[in-house]
């Protein structure tokens, strides 16, 4: 009989440590289980800041591309903070990749000044755009995928309507999406990224533009659904010379707006 206590003695030991596992187990998840839901709880602007980044930098590009901040204009991080509402952090981020796009410059003893346009930038961006895009538009008509070719085409229906009814911010998306899309259907990644950039540092010119030749997005539109009808009907020659159409036309509407738009302009930097 004494034998057989040692093993019911044993269970008891065991049970009990058993409990006092369990307990302690319980206790380290319910603190975890706490700390996981302070941690969420967190405001936003307490969490890392990688979407707050991309939230100052796609706001300051674009105040720089509408012209709330104008060429040549100068700023500083604690005066673009105040206008975005958020810190000082992830402005200066942003600020260092605007500076290595151009659109922001860095100048000793004066600080941040906005990138100043000037009709030889412009000039520039254009011959740029004439050596690339007609290029472009000819690889798109032979490589574009059927479901590329549709989307093209509904984004020209859908310009049409918004050219009709003259909404121009709606319509210089529009515009910014075409050329993407033309440039994504090439399969050249490399031609791709060209573009992008390209596109990005011309953006102020077509804001300009827009807002002071008031027939220009009829005009864009038409010549975009050239270029689209010959990349539905894979004709490449036709693409090019409908892309270096619309390019030029660009450039001629640029060279009638120079005395309207001088005070935004430098003759050179």
């Known amino acids: 009989m004494g034998g057989m206590m040692r093993p019911s003695g044993t269970d008891r030991s065991t049970e009990g440590a058993g409990e006092a596992g369990a307990r302690s187990a319980s206790v380290k998840t319910g603190r975890s289980k706490a700390g996981a839901t302070r941690r969420s709880d967190r405001p936003l602007s307490d969490q890392p800041a990688i979407p707050l980044r991309a939230h100052a930098y796609d706001s300051v590009k674009q105040r720089i591309i509408d012209l709330t901040y104008r060429p040549g204009a100068s700023l500083n991080e604690a005066q673009i903070s105040a206008d975005l509402g958020i810190g000082r952090t992830p402005v200066h981020m942003a600020i260092m990749r605007l500076a290595q796009e151009g659109l922001i410059e860095i100048v000793p003893r004066r600080g941040l000044i906005v990138a100043p346009l000037t009709i030889r930038d412009i000039q520039s961006l254009f011959e740029a755009r004439l050596v690339n895009e007609p290029a472009a538009a000819r690889l798109a008509a032979s490589r574009a995928s059927e479901e590329e070719r549709a989307s093209l085409t509904a984004g020209i229906t859908e310009g ?102 001088g005070d935004l302009l430098r003759t050179s930097r």
Do not use: C, K
Not at 181 to 193: F, G, M, Y
Not at 218 to 247: G, K, L, S
């Open 160 to 261: 049409q309507v918004l050219g009709r009814n003259g909404a121009r911010e709606a319509l210089m998306a529009i515009d910014q999406n075409f050329h993407a899309a033309v440039a994504q259907a090439t399969r050249n990644s490399i031609l791709e990224q060209l573009l992008r950039g390209l596109h990005d540092r011309a953006r102020r010119f077509y804001y300009i533009s827009w807002n002071f030749d008031s027939g220009l997005e009829v005009d864009t539109m038409a010549e975009h659904r050239d270029v689209v009808d010959a990349i539905i009907r894979r004709r490449p020659d036709d693409a090019e010379a409908a892309m270096r159409n619309h390019i030029e036309s660009s450039a001629r509407v640029f060279g009638g707006l120079q005395d309207t738009v």
